[in-house]
């Protein structure tokens, strides 16, 4: 056997519009991926993680999801199910850690911008929250994307505005539009 590799056929439609592929098939910017293991060290410590984070047990899942960085911290998708996991159990500092630790690997991220910028509301931190915001870009959810932009004006045109209460918004927003 020679050591050449046969050229890939390729019509010229697929190479035009290859592309473009189904909805499904991309990441939903809005999401935290289900995470998928590079190695098959700790698929196990992932699927108990995974179903626990589905299922709504998130000091469980955050657990897991630790275990599981241990063996694989670069999986941006696993961190960014920690750092939600961590922000719905209100350890809002790790959770900080986590999305931004999700931003360095992956460059840029709406989920994690999201709820950095919720974070740093909940922790007395909001005037940071503005700049994270505003790093936020969705144009496949205007819903969201609209109320982000109406707490942001709101928090820079009125100094008394809450932050708690622009959280609130923004998460009432998420959960009608999931």
């Known amino acids: 056997m020679s050591g050449k590799k046969k050229p890939q056929k390729l019509s010229r439609?697929?190479?035009?519009?290859?592309?473009?592929?189904?909805?499904?098939?991309?990441?939903?910017?809005?999401?935290?991926?289900?995470?998928?293991?590079?190695?098959?060290?700790?698929?196990?410590?992932?699927?108990?993680?995974?179903?626990?984070?589905?299922?709504?047990?998130?000091?469980?899942?955050?657990?897991?999801?630790?275990?599981?960085?241990?063996?694989?911290?670069?999986?941006?998708?696993?961190?960014?199910?920690?750092?939600?996991?961590?922000?719905?159990?209100?350890?809002?500092?790790?959770?900080?850690?986590?999305?931004?630790?999700?931003?360095?690997?992956?460059g840029k991220d709406n989920f994690s911008y999201l709820y950095l910028g919720l974070l740093l509301c909940r922790a007395g931190a909001g005037k940071k929250s503005i700049p994270v915001w505003r790093l936020y870009f969705d144009p496949e959810n205007i819903t969201l994307q609209r109320e982000i932009n109406l707490q942001i004006a709101l928090l820079e045109s009125d100094p008394e505005a809450s932050f708690v209460d622009a959280a609130d918004m923004i998460e009432k927003i998420i959960e009608e539009t999931a």
């Open 13 to 106: 439609r697929g190479f035009l519009f290859g592309g473009f592929r189904n909805k499904e098939d991309r990441e939903q910017p809005q999401s935290a991926a289900k995470p998928i293991a590079a190695k098959e060290v700790d698929l196990d410590t992932l699927a108990q993680a995974n179903v626990a984070y589905e299922n709504k047990r998130y000091e469980e899942a955050s657990e897991k999801y630790k275990e599981f960085i241990k063996t694989e911290p670069q999986n941006a998708d696993a961190r960014k199910r920690l750092g939600h996991c961590l922000y719905k159990c209100e350890k809002y500092i790790q959770a900080k850690v986590e999305f931004e630790r999700a931003i360095r690997i992956l």
